[in-house]
């Protein structure tokens, strides 16, 4: 029964996210047959798939936080260079999703590197299913979390670049500056010896337990802004993007485990409830 489970929720997320994607068609330039727009969700499942199979087989996970990254940085370059209709928003917002990808991807990657092996998948990747299941959700991640940004590149929407625009750009760069910060401080902190089995309460760390998530919100918030001259009809759902990536953070993965984790820590310490 679990092996059909799995299997069965591999196929509903494929399935929701194509039907997802049929709905912003009509926004997107076409390439042959297909909208560019479903190219893309179709690629970004693919690059999921190839490297699932050596991931599986060799039972490593080193590879799945830098194969999303990869996939963000792929899929947003086709997405430009196939648009004929390409224009200064779009360039924009490709150097945004690069930017972040990359720095986001090289910093998780050696982050792992370092640490050994992430204990989330210390399980999950020695089940087939499981372990294709977490992949096949890593591609729903990437197709939501890119969801407004995606309806821009393949927008052959040519209105002039504006005020919305310069907005989003501003709340962007306010979130990546958070991001990197705050995940500088951490990393500095943990290197410490002195602070083992301490929590961070420093820097931007001092005002908010996760400023690194408030951080990502803001970058994705901003591409949506970016994305309001372009929306229309059914482009409306790249509104998705910063909802989907809030709730990822605060009530799936992100800060609902950190939380968990913290209070079996520090639960009883004073300092840290305060």
Not at 15 to 41: I, K, Q, R
Not at 54 to 79: C, K, M, N, R
Not at 175 to 187: A, C, N, Y
Not at 235 to 263: C, D, T
Request: proline residues 1%; glycine residues 6%; contains cysteine.
């Amino acid at each position: 029964m679990p092996l059909i489970k799995n299997l069965l929720l591999s196929l509903i997320i494929i399935v929701f996210a194509f039907v997802l994607t049929t709905f912003v068609d009509e926004n997107s330039v076409s390439y042959g047959s297909l909208s560019l727009f479903l190219l893309c969700t179709i690629i970004i499942f693919f690059l999921q798939w190839i490297v699932f199979i050596p991931s599986y087989l060799l039972s490593t996970e080193h590879f799945f936080d830098l194969t999303g990254s990869v996939t963000f940085i792929t899929v947003s370059i086709l997405a430009f260079f196939m648009n004929d209709s390409k224009n200064l928003r779009q360039l924009i917002v490709l150097i945004l999703i690069v930017i972040w990808a990359l720095r986001l991807g090289s910093f998780l990657f050696f982050r792992i590197r370092k640490a050994g092996e992430d204990s989330r998948f210390t399980t999950i990747k020695k089940d087939l299913l499981v372990f294709f299941l977490t992949w096949n959700l890593q591609g729903l991640w990437v197709l939501f979390t890119l969801f407004g940004a995606l309806t821009i590149l393949t927008s052959n929407n040519n209105n002039n670049f504006g005020i919305l625009d310069i907005i989003g750009v501003l709340i962007w760069v306010i979130g990546f500056l958070i991001e990197v910060v705050s995940d500088r401080q951490k990393s500095e902190f943990k290197s410490n010896e002195s602070n083992a089995g301490k929590f961070i309460q420093s820097g931007l760390w001092k005002y908010s337990r996760h400023p690194n998530y408030f951080g990502e919100i803001l970058i994705w918030t901003g591409i949506a802004v970016i994305g309001i001259s372009v929306y229309s009809g059914f482009g409306w759902l790249g509104l998705i993007s910063p909802f989907f990536v809030f709730v990822m953070l605060n009530y799936i993965s992100g800060v609902r485990l950190l939380e968990k984790q913290a209070e079996e820590r520090w639960g009883e310490n004073d300092l840290y409830q305060s």
